[in-house]
Nanobody, 120 residues
Framework: VQLQASGGGLVQPGGSLRLSCAAS????????MGWYRQAPGKQRELVAA???????NYANSVKGRFTVSRDNAKNTVYLQMNSLKPEDTAVYYC???????????????WGLGTQVTVSS
């Protein structure tokens, strides 16, 4: 199983970016998909997550600015980031909790991370 993220980069404060992450490989079902981030010297934190039914969860710091969405047919999760702030600068990691077989336990998988830098 592989999680391939794209869409990071450098953006000015107030700007927007859209991250995408596609899961591929032997996948039976995906429960939750989402994004975490880790800034230098800080712990990794949840940014946003979405279940297969569409229920969402956001960090307080991004509510109203970020939107997580998902295409179940494509095993892909998106993160639309608007009104970006310098404090949003971090490496963003895609996450998926999934089964690779019907009998497999739910397991967490991570992408390699994509850098988001918000700076003027």
């Amino acid at each position: 199983v592989q999680l391939q993220a794209s869409g990071g980069g450098l953006v000015q404060p107030g700007g927007s970016l859209r991250l995408s992450c596609a899961a591929s490989g032997s996948i039976f079902s995906i429960n939750e998909m989402g994004w975490y981030r880790q800034a230098p010297g800080k712990q990794r934190e949840l940014v946003a997550a979405i279940t297969s039914e569409g229920s969402t969860n956001y960090a307080n710091s991004v509510k109203g600015r970020f939107t997580v969405s998902r295409d179940n047919a494509k095993n892909t999760v998106y993160l639309q980031m608007n009104s970006l702030k310098p404090e949003d600068t971090a490496v963003y990691y895609c996450h998926a909790n999934m089964k690779t077989r019907w009998y497999s336990p739910n397991t967490d998988y991570w992408g390699l991370g994509t850098q988001v830098t918000v700076s003027s």
